[in-house]
T-cell receptor, first 112, second 115 residues
Framework: DVKVTQSSRYLVKRTGEKVFLECVQDMDHENMFWYRQDPGLGLRLIYF???????EKGDIPEGYSVSREKKERFSLILESASTNQTSMYLC???????????FGNGTRLTVT | DQQVKQNSPSLSVQEGRISILNCDYT??????FLWYKKYPAEGPTFLIS???IKDKNEDGRFTVFLNKSAKHLSLHIVPSQPGDSAVYFC??????????????WGLGTSLAVNP
């Protein structure tokens, strides 16, 4: 079974802090994704990566950056956290460009 | 503009009965559809999918029906079990559009199966 592990289940950060959300997958998947989930807005894609050191913006990349130095690890970075970035963050991976996504259990981030 | 719509935010059914979750889409170019299930405090898990060349796909208690002319798909769960209580997301994409970056999600339907 594919395992996607997000390093923190809950995080509380202050406005202006730099925040790192880490995600690791153990199935050698090429593709990795970061989503945020908000009530009434569903899942929205922030960034995705289709190879090491490759990244592409999703639908809401503003205020975020990503890093993929190793195939198994995909990090989401909030350069200067703001309260409107309080959300559930979900990491996912997929074996091919069209195979189903495998999600981690999410990180609930609160920015105060 | 929501291209994938799940018009029922919630649904409640009795254990043993059929659950029918509905999903409508507006983009006629979508040719691949997926359903994901999400329990609280967990990430979504893939449940079942259907290609536009089919009108039905079945996997155990789960069946997805696709009506292309109506731009409508539905997920049937028979018989429903209390463990099926979760949020169900419908998602759609164009297979030849490149990759999962183009996956469009509905807002989800919360299913409660009562014992």
């Amino acid at each position: 079974d594919v395992k996607v592990t997000q390093s923190s289940r809950y995080l509380v950060k202050r406005t202006g802090e730099k925040v790192f959300l880490e995600c690791v997958q153990d199935m050698d998947h090429e593709n990795m994704f970061w989503y945020r989930q908000d009530p009434g807005l569903g899942l929205r894609l922030i960034y995705f990566s289709y190879d090491v050191k490759m990244k592409e913006k999703g639908d809401i990349p503003e205020g975020y950056s990503v890093s993929r130095e190793k195939k198994e690890r995909f990090s989401l970075i909030l350069e200067s956290a703001s309260t409107n970035q309080t959300s559930m963050y979900l990491c996912a991976s997929s074996q091919t460009v069209n195979s189903p996504l495998h999600f981690g259990n999410g990180t609930r981030l609160t920015v105060t | 503009d929501q291209q994938v719509k799940q018009n029922s935010p919630s649904l409640s059914v009795q254990e043993g009965r059929i659950s029918i979750l509905n999903c409508d889409y507006t983009n006629s170019m979508f040719d691949y559809f997926l359903w994901y299930k999400k329990y609280p405090a967990e990430g979504p898990t893939f449940l079942i999918s259907i290609s536009s060349i089919k009108d039905k796909n079945e996997d155990g208690r789960f069946t997805v029906f696709l009506n292309k002319s109506a731009k409508h798909l539905s997920l049937h769960i028979v018989p429903s079990q209390p463990g099926d209580s979760a949020v169900y997301f419908c998602a759609a994409k164009r297979l030849n559009a490149g990759n999962n970056r183009k996956l469009i999600w509905g807002l989800g339907t919360s299913l409660a199966v009562n014992p």
